[in-house]
């Protein structure tokens, strides 16, 4: 049994590392892609994960199978196809760590996952299914990602959604919202960034934009603020729940290691999604906002998930 299942990209981020003696932009290969970033730090915190996706049969996609099975990860589910090329993210970073991103997916294998590729059993043997936007934004990754809910729904699996906006790789904003907001309705469980909030609901104040994805039929609701924490609501109420402090080196995976953590301390409650309180959904954020600001201080996403003693001891558990 899984405790989490992913469906989505995985892929490389080519982040900016200095310059070379000619002068010349160095890149970094990290692994990443939301919904493998997830995972990641779900087995780090101790909980078995199974991926659904698609690489390339070339150098990247190996690097990428190899590194999701190295930390553990059911890879059953990934798809190696001779005939699409592993998508590639070039990612450049400013002095605060943020990040600006070009993409090589024209297109990439991870869009190129078709229903027929699923592995129905790995879905069905899982307590969460997990998905991210990114396999919304092409066909037929779209039909799969609907269809592996559908399969997912019907085993009784717990729903979870973090939609994850990247403007340059949707034809525009409206037709992003469109797809983004399409699935909301099926979900438990639900991430957005603060950022995502006016484009997923039309109300760009967090509290406001929770409150509105709740009345669509999620059970628990989070906001990320940053190095702020988070905002979570469940139908008992909202609260707060403040960050770690952190020395931000780089902030990919922030968002994604924050919702490892979340879905970990869900799934060691034992809850079901509509029996989780405000209370409990603020220390399963407060767990979250402690795995993110670990992960933040250290380069890539997937490189930086922090082990569950560094989380514990910042914790004070």
Request: hydrophobic residues 45%; negative net charge; proline residues 5%.
């Amino acid at each position: 049994m899984f405790d989490v299942t992913a469906l989505g990209e995985v892929l490389i981020d080519f982040t900016e590392a200095g310059t070379s003696a000619n002068g010349m932009s160095l890149f970094e290969r990290n692994p990443g892609g939301a919904p493998a970033n997830v995972l990641v730090a779900l087995e780090h915190l101790g909980h078995p994960t199974a991926f659904l996706g698609k690489v390339g049969t070339d150098m990247h996609g190996d690097f990428l199978r190899g590194v999701l099975e190295a930390e553990g990860i059911d890879c059953t589910g990934l798809i190696s196809d001779p005939n699409f090329f592993t998508t590639l993210a070039f990612v450049a970073l400013a002095p605060t760590g943020e990040r600006a991103f070009s993409f090589a997916r024209k297109p990439g294998a991870d869009t190129q996952l078709a229903p027929a590729d699923l592995a129905g059993d790995v879905i069905a043997n899982s307590k969460v299914f997990h998905v991210g936007s990114l396999s919304l934004t092409d066909e037929p990754a779209r039909s799969a990602t609907l269809a592996a809910l559908e399969a997912a729904r019907a085993a009784g699996c717990a729903l979870s959604y973090d939609p994850n906006y990247r403007a340059n790789l949707w034809a525009s904003a409206e037709v992003a919202s469109e797809h983004m907001r399409s699935i909301v309705g099926s979900m438990d469980l639900m991430k957005i960034s603060d950022e995502e909030c006016e484009l997923m609901t039309g109300h760009a104040d967090p509290a406001e934009a929770a409150a509105a994805l709740l009345a669509q039929g999620p059970k628990v609701v989070a906001v990320t603020l940053g190095g702020s924490g988070a905002l979570v609501a469940c139908a008992d109420g909202m609260q707060e729940v403040p960050g770690f402090p952190a020395d931000v080196v780089d902030t990919t995976g922030a968002g994604d290691s924050f919702w490892g953590g979340f879905l970990a301390a869900f799934v060691e409650s034992g809850l079901a999604p509509d029996a989780v309180t405000a209370a409990d959904a603020a220390g399963f954020a407060r767990m979250g906002n402690a795995v993110a600001s670990l992960c933040v201080r250290g380069r890539g996403g997937i490189p930086s998930m922090p082990t569950r003693e560094a989380v514990m001891e910042l914790l004070g558990a």
